[in-house]
């Protein structure tokens, strides 16, 4: 039975399995943020003419029931404060099927939502307050996200130095749990065959044994 090795296939799987380790806690953070943020961003945007637009008669403009952000503009890389959030609306609100990205509006870049997709200016002043909560909902994320990456990041770093499981193992014994299961499986029938040939030689005495079977060839059993 060959060793379990760690291959690119293997290695890929056990960091997928890392990184999944945080999956709870990444969909609660990400989910972390109050229940408000839709309607207050809805009415930053449309200020100058939710008025207007609630004057049209219904099927004039579209309707959204979630307001999907993705961040402010910046032109640092990777933008600090450019997580995407889909935030929920408390019923549906009317939107044009076209905005452009003028003052007006308060948003940045491709001034064209027709994914109702909304990236802010960071200079307009409308933004202030909620750049400020938006600004720790990112922090919050970048550590958790930089948590795993690290954490990724130090299991690659084992499995580089070990190029068999065995040892890596030894070395750091919960990457078991991170490992698939039929690499799991592999490694115990490894690992059980070599206890039953170390029990073999508690019973025999597996160097007479082949001593005995070498000279019979020679002497051809006489």
């Known amino acids: 039975m060959a060793t379990v090795r760690f291959s690119d296939d ?56 979630r307001l999907q952000l993705t961040g402010f503009s910046s032109q640092v890389s990777p933008n600090p404060l450019g997580r995407a959030v889909e935030m929920p609306m408390p019923t549906g609100m009317p939107i044009p099927q076209r905005i452009e990205d003028t003052p007006i509006h308060g948003l940045a870049d491709s001034g064209n939502r027709y994914n109702r997709d909304y990236k802010l200016n960071p200079f307009d002043d409308r933004w202030n307050e909620f750049k400020a909560e938006y600004t720790v909902y990112c922090e919050r994320l970048d550590k958790l996200f930089d948590e795993r990456d690290k954490f990724a990041d130090s299991v690659n770093l084992i499995m580089n130095t070990y190029s068999t499981l065995a040892p890596a193992l030894k070395a750091w014994p919960p990457l078991w749990d991170l490992i698939p299961a039929d690499k799991q499986e592999r490694h115990k029938e490894v690992v059980e065959r070599k206890k039953k040939d170390i029990q073999l030689e508690n019973v025999v005495d597996l160097n007479s044994m082949t001593a005995v079977s070498a000279m019979a060839k020679l002497t051809g059993g006489k």
């Open 10 to 65: 293997l290695r890929d799987n056990v960091l997928k399995n890392a990184k999944n380790l945080f999956a709870n806690r990444l969909d609660t953070a990400l989910k972390n943020f109050p229940d408000d943020w839709g309607m207050r961003v809805y009415k930053l945007i449309y200020r100058d003419h939710m008025d207007t637009m609630a004057k049209l008669p219904a099927g004039y403009l579209d309707t959204i029931t």
